[in-house]
C-alpha cells in the first residue's frame, strides 16, 4: 500500500487528529476522515475567533487548551490563507506539534489521495512533458506532493511573486486588449496596469453585486474598459448563482437567478490578447465558451489551478485540444494550501 496523507492518518499513526479551522474546508476535512473511520479527538480556532462555538459536536477551543488536555498531536489545517501573520502561527504551530495543511478541493467532490494519483498518473504525467520551464517542473511536482502529503514545505520551497510571472513569463506590451473573467472588485485589473506601459482595452466580468459595484468605483477613472455584471460559462444563458459579496461567490444550482455569458460573445470578431480565467470552479466552461476566441487569436492566458480536484491536470489538456502550439507554465503564490496556483498558456 502507498501513502498519502489519508493512509497515514488511517494507518500509520496513533496520535491524536485535531482540526485547525471550523469552515467549508474543516467541513471537508471531516467528512472524508469520518468516511474512511479515523476519529477527530478537538476542533481549534485562532485565539481571537473562539468564543465558546460549536463545530459538528465540537467545541471549539484554544490550542493551547487541547496542547494542555492532549499533549503531542496531529494538527490538520482546514483553511486557506496568504496572511503573513496567519501563516507564521502556522510555522510556529509546525515546530511544536506534527502539522499537515489538507488539501481538498474548494468546489466539487473527491479528494487527491494515492489512488486518485494513480487513476490520473497518465495525465499527470502528460501535463509535465508539457511544461516550459525547469521552474514551472519543479513547482508542478510540488503542488502533486502538497496534494498527496499535506506537507507545507512542498509549499513554501517554490512560491514566488505575480510580478516574476509578469516579467519572466507573461511579458506583456501596451497595446493589450485584456479579458478578466472573475475581475471582482478591480484588484487584478491594477495588477495588470502596474505591470504594463499602457493598454488597448479592457474587459472585465465579475457577476457578484456587490463585488460589481466597487469594481466600478475602483476602475471609474480608466479609459477604454468595459464593466459586465454577468456570469462567465459556456455559452449564454441564464443560471444560479450564489452572491457572497467576495470570493466565495459562485455559481450554484439555486439562488439568485443572473445572466451568463461565454467570452466568444462577449468580443465577438474582436481582440483579446491576454485572459484571465479566475471564475471559482467554472474554468472548465469558461474555457469551453472562449474556445472560437482561444483558436482564433492565440491569447496569452492565465488559468486557475486549484478550484477543483481535477483542475491541476484537466485544464490544460484542455487547451491542448484545443490549440497545440501553447508553451505552458505554472507559478504558486503565497498562500495555505495550494490555492493561488496558476498555469500560464503563451
Known amino acids: 500500500m502507498k501513502t498519502d496523507l489519508w493512509n497515514y492518518l488511517k494507518y500509520e499513526t496513533d496520535k491524536p487528529i485535531v482540526l485547525y479551522g471550523m469552515g467549508n474546508g474543516a467541513d471537508r476535512v471531516l467528512d472524508e476522515l469520518e468516511r474512511i473511520g479515523v476519529e477527530v479527538k478537538g476542533v481549534f480556532a485562532s485565539d ?26 496531529i494538527i490538520l489545517v482546514c483553511f486557506g490563507s496568504q496572511r ?9 504551530l509546525a515546530q511544536k506539534q506534527e502539522l499537515y495543511c489538507v488539501d481538498v478541493p474548494v468546489f466539487g467532490e473527491g479528494v487527491f489521495n ?10 499527470i504525467d502528460e501535463v509535465f512533458s508539457m511544461l516550459a520551464d525547469e ?24 512560491q514566488t511573486t505575480p510580478k516574476e510571472a509578469y516579467e519572466n513569463i507573461l511579458r506583456l506590451n501596451d497595446n493589450e486588449t485584456y479579458i478578466d473573467l472573475g475581475a471582482f472588485n478591480g484588484d487584478t485589473i491594477s495588477e495588470f496596469i502596474e505591470n504594463t506601459d499602457g493598454y488597448r482595452k479592457i474587459y472585465a466580468v465579475e457577476p457578484d453585486k456587490k463585488s460589481f459595484k466597487r469594481l466600478i468605483k475602483n476602475t471609474e477613472n480608466l479609459k477604454n474598459i468595459e464593466l459586465f455584471n454577468v456570469g462567465i460559462s459556456d455559452k ?33 470578431e474582436g481582440k483579446a490578447s491576454y485572459i484571465k480565467f479566475d471564475v471559482e470552479g467554472e474554468e472548465k466552461n469558461a474555457i469551453s465558451g472562449a474556445e472560437k476566441t482561444i483558436k482564433r487569436l492565440k491569447p496569452k492566458m492565465l488559468v486557475s489551478a486549484y478550484h477543483r480536484v481535477d483542475d491541476i491536470f484537466s485544464l490544460p489538456l484542455q487547451i491542448k485540444k484545443i ?6 507554465f505554472i507559478r504558486h503564490y503565497e498562500y495555505l494550501p495550494a490555492w493561488d496556483t496558476a498555469f500560464y498558456f503563451i
Not at 84 to 92: A, G, L, P, T
Open 48 to 73: 481571537d475567533f473562539v468564543r465558546g462555538q460549536s463545530f459538528r459536536g465540537f467545541t471549539v477551543k484554544k490550542y493551547s487548551d487541547l496542547e494542555q488536555e492532549l499533549g503531542e498531536m
Open 84 to 92: 503573513k501573520e496567519v501563516i507564521d502561527n502556522i510555522k510556529s
Open 114 to 123: 494515492y489512488n486518485y494519483y494513480e487513476k490520473h498518473k497518465e495525465e
Open 135 to 158: 521552474k514551472s517542473r519543479q513547482v508542478y511536482k510540488n503542488i502533486i506532493d502538497f496534494k498527496l502529503t499535506g506537507n507545507i514545505n512542498c509549499l513554501f520551497e517554490i
Open 236 to 268: 449564454t444563458k441564464e443560471g444560479f448563482f450564489n452572491m457572497q459579496g467576495g470570493r466565495n461567490s459562485a455559481v450554484a444550482e439555486k439562488g439568485k437567478a443572473i445572466q451568463f455569458m461565454c467570452v466568444d460573445d462577449i468580443i465577438g
Open 323 to 328: 490549440r497545440n502550439d501553447y508553451k505552458v
